[in-house]
């Protein structure tokens, strides 16, 4: 899991407009997304990666729960296929 800070340093907050809040919210709101949007994806399926899944994006994981085979997608060299490579 992405490591979040657990407090904001928002600042003296004692003047506060609702604009200044709602432009730290809009700040707390990205710096969550992006920790949590960085992490990759684990798929456990019954096949090896696809080169038709580019809906998925670049670390995320495929295990092959039949194989044990581990992949990783590494990159999306046309906008219909995609590279896996094997994790050893």
């Known amino acids: 899991m992405a490591k979040i800070p657990e407090t ?4 003296d ?4 407009t ?5 432009l730290i919210l809009l ?7 992006v920790s949590l949007n960085r ?5 456990q399926r019954t096949t090896d990666g696809l080169v038709t ?5 670049n670390g995320d994981i495929n295990i092959n729960i039949n194989t044990l085979k581990v992949e990783m997608l590494t990159a999306h ?5 995609v590279t896996w490579s094997t994790l050893t």
């Open 8 to 11: 904001y340093a928002a600042g």
């Open 13 to 16: 907050t004692s003047n506060l």
């Open 18 to 22: 609702v604009e200044q809040l709602y």
């Open 27 to 33: 700040d707390i709101y990205k710096d969550l997304a």
């Open 39 to 43: 992490k990759p994806d684990i798929y």
């Open 53 to 57: 899944d580019t809906f998925l994006s």
């Open 77 to 81: 060299p046309t906008l219909n296929t």
